[in-house]
Structures are given as structure tokens and as C-alpha cells.
């Protein structure tokens, strides 16, 4: 008995309007992602069916999985029947044939059609129609009972000689799925309960989904403080407040926006502000933070990340902050372009103690959350 995962990778993506298998996809590719989930279900060994321009990626990851391959054909029945030919075909030994493109299918759906093979021959992952369906009648529609509808997907598992059987016996465009052939030629499927998740990536909006799954969250910490001084401007947030005293620093020592910084930087892992903005650079004198703060914004994007949420607390003993904030959440919004709600600031005093509480320095710390698009 063997248990071995047919992939059909021989799509184009012609209505993605690029390669859907091989482009990025959380750290990973749509092939890579169907290949090892199979593995994790309970295959043993796979055989990759692939179109030309997917046969380097699946050769480079059978260097490191259990996977032979060979070259897709004109339709997905040519390519089934290639890759059936790889495959045992011992009374005991189970098939599973999968679309590459259903790359988060749960391993348990492969083990659930993988034990119903075994016991009943066939194993095909299916779920009912939850939405109203219509049928086209002449100029109009009628209700279709959905209660006895199917959606069928991938993983079908089979026992080798019978679906070799079936597609011995049937002809290219007699069908769009291996179950097809199996119910005409061999006999009704057992229908197991596959999974949303296994939802096959067609179109652009599949492609979002697709995306949105691996989507990583992560979030960094800032921490700043700057001297109070006389003879310099307060600049808070991007707001200049008027206040007797002014930070000390090589900028505009606008300690809330550096203490963010950080907390966007280190989110995305990318240093810190000394690292992109170093205080002994003449370029940065008296520079206006809200300029390195746009900078920032810039690097996340290239870097692929969003920022999801923002939280910081400025500790001064005075002056009263709290009244410029509704104008600092506008700039600060408006330089990594998100939407103020997503930007909490707050402020705090040390009750007297401290640096801050004698008066001598402004701290602010920061929490930043970032999406990773992968
Ligand atoms: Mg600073």
C-alpha cells in the first residue's frame, strides 16, 4: 500500500494574467504550498504535473521533497493522464489528485479523502451550496433546489487501478474533474467534507483573498527623550506649541514622531532613526521631523508592509498636550497616509518625580503595528 499525491500544475493562470503557481505568496509559491500540504495530509511521494514554465520551480523542490515530475499536455485531462502514468497503480495504492492552484487546502481534507479511499475506494473533498441558486429558463429564472447540490473540489483520492480505469475508459473533454470520470465509469464517489480554504485561485479577487491569508502581523517599540531647553521651539507631533522651553536635538527633537519612528522601523525590523538619519549628518540640522517620519512611510511601503495601528504616549510635566493631539494625529495621518482613527496618542505626567516630572525633558514611547504582505 502507498499512498502518493498527483499535483496538476499544467495551468497557465491566463485569466490571473500572470503565473498564479509560481509568484509570490507568503514566503512561498502557490506550487511549493500545494506540494507540502499534500505531504502533511499523508501523502508519501508526489508527481508534479507541470506547464513549461513551472518545470524549474518543481525541479528545484524535488532536490528537497519526495517528488518526481514530468511535463503537463494540452488540457487537464492530457496532463492527469501524464502524471497517472508516474504513479503505482498495486490494488492498495491511493491517488490524490490535486489542483496546484488550491494551495490552502487543510491537510486534514487530503487525510480525509486519503482514509475514505481506503476503506470505500474513493475519497472526493465536496461542500453543499449555502447561496440561492437560479436556473435560466427563456426569458427568466426558477429557484434550484439546493439541498441535494454539491460544489466539488480537490483532493480526490482514489484507489490507483480504478481511477486508471476510469480515465482508460473516458475521452478529454468528457469532463472538468477526475470525480466526473470515476462516477460515469466506475461507480458513485464517496463525497467527503472538503473546505472553504480550499478555494481554487482563478481570478484577481482569488488572488486578494489569497494574499489577505498571508498577511503577517508585527509590531515594534519606540522610546525617545530629549532635554528641555530655552531658546528653542516645542515641536510635538508635527504641531509647534507654544511653551517657554524647546527639546534640544540635532532636528526639530520632535521626541514623539522619533519615538514612533522607532517603533515603524523596528516593527519592519529595518534599524532604527540613528541608522537612516544620523544626528552628526549636516542634511538633518533642525530638520523638520514630519520629513523623516514621510521617509519612513516610503521605506515600509518598499519594504511591502502597511501600518495597521499606531499607539504612543508622550510623558511631560508640562505643558498640557492633549489639545494640539487632534492636529498631530492629522499630520502624523497624512505622512504615513492612513486614516487618523488608526493613530492613538495620549499623554502622561510622573507626578513630580522623574526627569520629566522636575521638568527637565519630554520622553514618548510608541507601539507600531504593521501588515507584512508577503
Ligand atoms: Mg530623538
Known amino acids: ?34 506540494a507540502r500540504l499534500l505531504l502533511q495530509g499523508g501523502c508519501e511521494r508526489l508527481v ?9 520551480c518543481a525541479l528545484a523542490l524535488s532536490r528537497e521533497l519526495p517528488l518526481s515530475l514530468c511535463l503537463g499536455g494540452e488540457s487537464r485531462f492530457a496532463s492527469a493522464v501524464n502524471g497517472l502514468a508516474l504513479c503505482p497503480d498495486g490494488k492498495e495504492d491511493v491517488l490524490v489528485i490535486h489542483d496546484g492552484a488550491r494551495c490552502f487546502t487543510p491537510p486534514a481534507v487530503v487525510k480525509r479523502c486519503i482514509d475514505s479511499a481506503l476503506s470505500c475506494g474513493s475519497g472526493v473533498a465536496a461542500l453543499p451550496i449555502s447561496d440561492t441558486v437560479m436556473e435560466k429558463r427563456g426569458d427568466s429564472y426558477a429557484p434550484v433546489d439546493r439541498s441535494g447540490l454539491l460544489r466539488i473540489q480537490t483532493p480526490q483520492a482514489f484507489l490507483a487501478p480504478l481511477i486508471k480505469k476510469a480515465y482508460a475508459l473516458s475521452s478529454p473533454l468528457e469532463a472538468t474533474d477526475d470525480s466526473t470520470l470515476y462516477l460515469r465509469r466506475i461507480g458513485v464517489p464517496v463525497y467527503v ?29 519606540g522610546f525617545d527623550t530629549h532635554v528641555l531647553a530655552p531658546g528653542r521651539r516645542l515641536v510635538i507631533g508635527g504641531v ?11 532636528s526639530d527633537g520632535d521626541v514623539l514622531l522619533h519615538a514612533l519612528m522607532d517603533a515603524l522601523l523596528g516593527a519592519a525590523a529595518l534599524g532604527d532613526i540613528g541608522r537612516h538619519f544620523p544626528d552628526k549628518d549636516p542634511a538633518y540640522l533642525n530638520i523638520s521631523s514630519r520629513v ?22 508622550v510623558i511631560a510635566e508640562a505643558p498640557k498636550l492633549n489639545p494640539y493631539f487632534p492636529q498631530a494625529r492629522q499630520n502624523i495621518g497624512a505622512d504615513l497616509n492612513i486614516p487618523a482613527d488608526r493613530i492613538s496618542l495620549k499623554a502622561t505626567t510622573t507626578e513630580n518625580m522623574n526627569d520629566e516630572g522636575r521638568g527637565l525633558c519630554i520622553s514618548a514611547q510608541a507601539v507600531a503595528s504593521l501588515q507584512e504582505r508577503q
Open 292 to 313: 523623516l517620519l514621510r521617509q519612513v512611510g516610503r521605506l515600509l511601503e518598499e519594504n511591502g508592509f502597511s501600518v495597521a495601528h499606531i499607539d504612543a504616549t
Open 193 to 221: 467534507e472538503g473546505d472553504e480554504l480550499s478555494r481554487k485561485l482563478t481570478t484577481p479577487a482569488d488572488w486578494a483573498w489569497a494574499r489577505s491569508l498571508c498577511l503577517v502581523p508585527r509590531t515594534g517599540l
Open 240 to 250: 509647534e506649541i507654544p511653551f517657554e522651553k524647546g527639546l534640544l536635538a540635532h
Open 48 to 56: 508534479a504535473v507541470t506547464a513549461p514554465a513551472a518545470y524549474p
Open 1 to 34: 500500500m502507498s499512498v502518493t499525491g498527483l499535483l496538476l500544475c499544467g495551468g497557465s493562470g491566463s485569466r490571473m494574467g500572470f503565473d498564479k503557481l509560481l509568484a509570490p505568496l507568503g514566503g512561498s509559491n502557490a506550487l511549493e504550498r500545494s
